[in-house]
């Protein structure tokens, strides 16, 4: 059964760059592609972008510019930076399975991270 | 960009009775749709793909349906445990990958 669990800071200041990880277990991190996606406090579910343990990756195009994602086949993990955050990108951050191109399963629980001053 | 759109924002329901949640596509996405339900605290949890097929271990009482731009999401025999937020989430055209606003399901 995958499992996945996000890591990182929960709290920035606004400028700083958010860097999350995601561990992946029981599934090798090369059968699959891989998602990240954000929920604002008491809103929807917005896409980040998807990484292949090749290197490949897409992203939100509202987002692209400030975007880097890389995978670690060595610890099972991929990760994601988001550059210049502003108060708006406060959010519950959820990976996840990206399943042939289509929907999203299984996901991590998620983590919050707050940009604030 | 495709914007999914859901109705109601909520809906009150008896337990034991019958729930209709709406989607809709600004344009066609043939059957490219998933549905997700989404508990306090919680991630969101896969039901339906493809429009219409069930997840593994989600219960028959979910069914879906619709293609091209309407979608329905219907939850025969509302349980205790069925109450939270429903997203559905198009992915026929990408990047990028769009979900709709989502529909609460509360106790009427």
Not at chain 1, 108 to 116: A, Y
Not at chain 2, 20 to 33: G, M
Not at chain 2, 46 to 60: F, K, M, V, W
Request: aromatic residues 12%; glycine residues 8%.
């Amino acid at each position: 059964q995958v499992q996945l669990q996000e890591s990182g800071p929960g709290l920035l200041k606004p400028s700083e760059t958010l860097s999350l990880s995601c561990t992946v277990s029981g599934d090798s991190i090369s059968s699959f592609y891989w998602s990240w996606i954000r929920q604002p406090p008491g809103k929807g579910l917005e896409w980040i972008g998807y990484i292949h343990y090749s290197g490949s990756t897409n992203s939100n195009p509202s987002l692209r510019s400030r975007v880097t994602m890389s995978v670690d086949t060595s610890k099972n993990q991929f990760s994601l930076r988001l550059s210049s955050v502003t108060a708006a990108d406060t959010a519950v951050y959820f990976c996840a399975r990206w399943v042939l191109y289509n929907w999203f399963d299984p996901w991590g629980q998620g983590t919050l991270v707050t940009v604030s001053s | 960009e495709i914007v999914m759109t859901q109705s109601p924002a909520t809906l009150s329901v008896s337990p034991g009775e019958r729930a209709t949640l709406s989607c809709r596509a600004s344009q066609s996405i043939s059957n490219s749709l998933a549905w997700y339900q989404q508990k306090p605290g919680q991630a969101p949890r896969l039901l339906i793909y493809g429009a219409s097929t069930r997840a593994t271990g989600i219960p028959a009482r979910f069914s879906g349906s619709g293609s091209g731009t309407e979608f329905t999401l219907t939850i025969s025999s509302l349980q205790s445990e069925d109450f939270a937020v429903y997203y559905c989430q198009q992915y026929n055209n990408w990047p990028p990958l769009t979900f709709g606003g989502g529909t609460k399901v509360e106790i009427k």
